[in-house]
């Protein structure tokens, strides 16, 4: 049984992994774009995203439950799996690893680069409403939390075998579609630590409110439909 700063340590780095690999894949595009070589386009930064995730969850998940995003620990606490104060903890560790990351990124990123791409803050395409943007993100986060509880938290799910790799698909297949929308965050902790990093707070409440209500309601909806006994 791991201690409650054990945990705390595993949100963190995990949390750190993932924001510092994903976003600085974006900012890895922007230097080899202003070089002539090409970016890494899409699919580049959702395979970063992906599998910073799932190597992540596979290495950690059994510390922690692997998280490594609020939207996911308000679906656990939702259905009492996690008390408040411990939520409340892991999404503190998640917010310091994800702004940690992002200021790293800042200081080891030279300045044209990251500023060029505002270090990957999120941010909605033109002409998307905030209402559609959190439509987006709230259903990219909903699917993302299910599959957390169908393969992590269901015992007859397969945590042990596929849970991190299936886990770090939903997160690249969650980029590949919202990137060009709403950068594809379905996390807030993605979305906060490179905003605090290059002062970039443009509708910043779509993050949270988004990815918050689909892991409440995925969370719930798992938990009523599939693991609770009549």
């Known amino acids: 049984m791991y201690s409650r700063p054990q945990k705390l340590i595993a949100e963190f780095f995990g949390t750190f992994a993932?924001?510092?690999?994903?976003v600085g894949s974006i900012c890895a595009g922007q230097m080899l774009r202003g070089s002539g070589e090409g970016g890494?386009?899409?699919?580049?930064?959702?395979l970063a995203y992906g599998l910073a995730m799932g190597v992540m969850v596979t290495s950690l998940g059994h510390i922690s439950g692997g998280h490594f995003n609020p939207a996911v620990t308000?679906?656990?606490?939702v259905t009492r799996r996690q008390g408040l104060v411990d939520a409340l903890l892991y999404w503190f560790a998640q917010l310091l690893g994800a702004t940690a990351a992002a200021f790293l990124l800042r200081v080891v990123v030279p300045d044209d680069i990251w500023q060029a791409v505002q270090l990957g803050t999120p941010a909605l395409a033109n002409g998307l409403?905030?209402?559609?943007?959190?439509l987006i993100e709230g259903v990219m986060a909903f699917f993302l939390v299910f599959v957390v509880f169908a393969t992590a938290v269901d015992d007859k799910g397969a945590f042990n075998k596929i849970a991190?790799?299936?886990i770090g698909l939903t997160v690249a297949?969650?980029?590949?579609?919202?990137?060009p929308f709403?950068?594809?965050?379905?996390?807030?902790?993605?979305?906060?630590g490179p905003a605090l990093a290059s002062h970039h707070w443009a509708n910043h409440g779509v993050y949270w409110v988004g990815p918050l209500a689909g892991g409440v309601l995925a969370g719930w909806i798992y938990d009523s439909a599939f693991l609770r006994k009549t």
């Open 129 to 134: 409403t905030r209402t559609a943007g959190m």
């Open 164 to 166: 991190g790799f299936a």
């Open 18 to 22: 993932l924001i510092f690999f994903g």
């Open 182 to 192: 709403t950068g594809g965050s379905m996390n807030p902790a993605r979305a906060f």
């Open 40 to 46: 890494l386009g899409l699919l580049g930064v959702a």
């Open 74 to 77: 308000i679906g656990f606490w």
């Open 173 to 179: 297949m969650g980029v590949l579609f919202g990137g």
